[in-house]
C-alpha cells in the first residue's frame, strides 16, 4: 500500500530536550516536506527536500532541522524543544514538482512540549 | 504576500443538498489549485487539481471551478451526505504550495 509513515504519532517532551520525528514513504517520491498546523494558522511548511542531500527552507523553518540521506526518510529534528512547537506536524511526499502535483500527506505527529 | 483565504465560518447544510466551498487568492496568480480533504487529527487527503487554464473540472459528485478574473475557485459537492462532513483546504501553486486554512462542512441527516 502506497504511504507515508510518521512515528511517534504523539510525543510529550519537555524543553530543551532533543527529538526526532521520522518520515517515510514507499512510493519512490523525489520531493519531501515537512508542515505543521496549529489552529487558526493552517498549514505552513516548514522545510522541504526536493531529492538527496537536497533540502530548503519553508516559511516557518526556525527552531527545526531536517536531512535527506536516502529517498525514502525525511526526519525532522527539533534540537531544543520549546512550547511554541506544540502542534500537529506532518510529513509530506509527491512527484517532482513542489507544487503542481498530488501531495500524499502522512497521518500526523502530534507533538507537546512542556 | 501570496494569500490563499478560505471562508472561516463552517458551512452547515442538510444531507442531499448541494455544498459551494470558496477560495480565494491575492497576491499572485497560481498556476493551478488544488482541493484537499481533511478529518480530525487526519492528514489531508488530495482530491482534486485544477489548473489556471481549465474553467471547470469534475469527479463524481465534486466539482471544482477557476475563475482567474474574479481569483476565486468555487469547490462544489453535490447531493452530500454526511460522511462528506470534513474540513476542505485550498491550495495554489505558486513558490510554494500555499494553503488556506480550510473551511468546516457539517453535513446533517
Known sequence: EAQ?????????????K??????????????????????????RQIYYSMNVEVTDKGDVPEGYKVSRKEKRNFPLIL????????SLYFCASSTPSRTHNEQFFGPGTRLTVL | SQKIEQNSEALNIQEGKTATLTCNYTNYSPAYLQWYRQDPGRGPVFLLLI???????????????????????????????????????????????????????????
Open chain 1, 4 to 16: 507515508v509513515t510518521q512515528n511517534p504519532r504523539y510525543l510529550i517532551t519537555v524543553t530543551g
Open chain 1, 18 to 43: 532533543k527529538l526526532t520525528v521520522t518520515c517515510s514513504q514507499n512510493m519512490n517520491h523525489e520531493y519531501m516536506s515537512w508542515y505543521r498546523q496549529d489552529p487558526g494558522l493552517g498549514l
Open chain 1, 79 to 86: 534540537e531544543s524543544p520549546s512550547p511554541n512547537q506544540t
Open chain 2, 51 to 109: 489548473r489556471e487554464n481549465e474553467k471547470e473540472k469534475r469527479k463524481e459528485r465534486l466539482k471544482v471551478t477557476f475563475d482567474t478574473t474574479l481569483k476565486q475557485s468555487l469547490f462544489h459537492i453535490t447531493a452530500s451526505q454526511p460522511a462528506d462532513s470534513a474540513t476542505y483546504l485550498c491550495a495554489g501553486a505558486g513558490y510554494a504550495l500555499n494553503f488556506g486554512k480550510g473551511t468546516s462542512l457539517l453535513v446533517t441527516p
